[in-house]
């Protein structure tokens, strides 16, 4: 009897530390985007001569090393934030920039397309170098972490297509960096924010769409509901055989040690599934 319960306890903490590590994953990654994650910075080479921390940036048309200011026009050669100091960073020449790629950054703004809020994606703007809030589709720098109106901003003039003075505020404001194509429609859904950050994360920045989130959360509970019962059923059933005829022991410990390489299989199979769903 006691080989057997050592079989069960051995099975047991397996698969529980098997489960656990998934989810500590899941839980640094979710603690890691909530938090706007560590900065990461790569140097590139420019030839703007005035560029200011936040400003945004975008490659040069047909090249892949150099940046210059972003607008409306480069929104589609979108990189991401001029930098002061992240955390992390990819060293280059010291003649270049530091353009911060990931992570949670103070972006340059303005509220030329309206006040923005905590939540709300930052998109390029008509004026180099400044991002707006994000009311159509289009390529965005981030999501913005504090809302405009709790940072210090500085007045401006600018002329509109018209040649109309407009008067703007601008300002430093903190994003979390992750430049992605945006839709307003991606707001209009039933899945909840930190799931949809969660899986965007393990999608590699991605949008990730609500079917396929919905899709890998029902994959996740089932396979965790068919390990649970096909313990449970295994555990059953070898304690009533050992009870039974106690002769049996050789058999269920074969049994057992079947159960627990089918089990971490299942587990297995499901974090691929749920992977392949949310990547592909």
Same mark, same amino acid.
């Given at each position: 009897?006691? &080989?057997?319960?050592?079989?069960?306890?051995? /099975?047991?903490?397996? /698969?529980? %530390?098997?489960?656990?590590?998934?989810?500590?994953?899941?839980?640094?990654?979710?603690?890691?985007?909530?938090?706007?994650?560590?900065?990461?910075?790569?140097?590139?080479?420019?030839?703007?001569? !005035?560029?200011?921390?936040?400003?945004?940036?975008? %490659?040069?048309?047909?090249?892949?090393?150099?940046?210059?200011?972003?607008?409306?026009?480069?929104?589609?050669? /979108?990189?991401?934030?001029?930098?002061?100091?992240?955390?992390?960073?990819?060293?280059?020449?010291?003649?270049?920039?530091?353009?911060?790629?990931?992570? @949670?950054?103070?972006?340059?703004?303005?509220?030329? !397309?309206?006040?923005?809020?905590?939540?709300?994606?930052?998109?390029?703007? &008509?004026?180099?170098?400044?991002?707006?809030?994000?009311?159509?589709?289009?390529?965005?720098?981030?999501?913005?972490?504090?809302?405009? @109106?709790?940072?210090?901003?500085?007045?401006?003039?600018?002329?509109?297509?018209?040649?109309?003075?407009?008067?703007?505020?601008?300002?430093?404001?903190?994003?979390?960096?992750?430049?992605?194509?945006?839709? &307003?429609?991606?707001?209009?859904?039933?899945? &909840?924010?930190?799931?949809?950050?969660?899986?965007?994360?393990?999608?590699?920045?991605?949008?990730?769409?609500?079917?396929?989130?919905?899709?890998?959360?029902?994959?996740? /509970?089932?396979?965790?509901? @068919?390990?649970?019962?096909?313990?449970?059923?295994?555990?059953?059933?070898?304690?009533?055989?050992?009870?039974?005829?106690?002769?049996?022991?050789?058999?269920? !410990?074969?049994?057992?040690?079947?159960?627990?390489?089918? @089990?971490?299989?299942?587990?297995?199979?499901?974090?691929?599934?749920?992977?392949?769903?949310?990547?592909?």
């Amino acid at each position: 009897m006691l &080989p057997v319960l050592h079989q069960i306890k051995w /099975l047991l903490y397996s /698969l529980l %530390f098997a489960s656990m590590l998934f989810v500590v994953t899941l839980a640094e990654s979710r603690i890691a985007t909530a938090q706007g994650a560590a900065a990461i910075s790569q140097g590139f080479k420019t030839n703007e001569t !005035n560029l200011a921390t936040g400003a945004l940036v975008s %490659f040069e048309s047909g090249s892949q090393a150099v940046v210059q200011l972003a607008n409306n026009a480069r929104a589609n050669q /979108l990189l991401g934030v001029v930098g002061d100091k992240p955390l992390v960073e990819i060293k280059g020449n010291d003649q270049e920039i530091k353009v911060i790629v990931s992570g @949670s950054a103070p972006v340059l703004v303005s509220d030329i !397309n309206g006040v923005i809020k905590s939540g709300d994606r930052i998109a390029t703007s &008509p004026i180099d170098g400044v991002g707006m809030k994000a009311t159509t589709s289009s390529q965005v720098i981030g999501t913005a972490e504090t809302d405009f @109106s709790n940072i210090s901003t500085v007045e401006k003039t600018i002329a509109d297509r018209s040649g109309k003075q407009q008067k703007i505020h601008t300002g430093l404001l903190s994003a979390s960096i992750n430049v992605t194509y945006y839709s &307003p429609d991606e707001k209009k859904t039933f899945i &909840p924010v930190f799931l949809q950050q969660l899986t965007s994360s393990i999608a590699g920045g991605r949008t990730v769409s609500p079917v396929r989130i919905l899709i890998a959360t029902t994959a996740l /509970l089932m396979g965790f509901m @068919s390990i649970g019962v096909l313990l449970y059923s295994s555990v059953r059933s070898s304690i009533i055989s050992i009870g039974r005829n106690p002769l049996s022991e050789r058999a269920v !410990n074969k049994s057992l040690i079947e159960v627990g390489i089918t @089990s971490i299989g299942i587990l297995l199979a499901m974090l691929i599934a749920i992977y392949l769903v949310l990547t592909i």
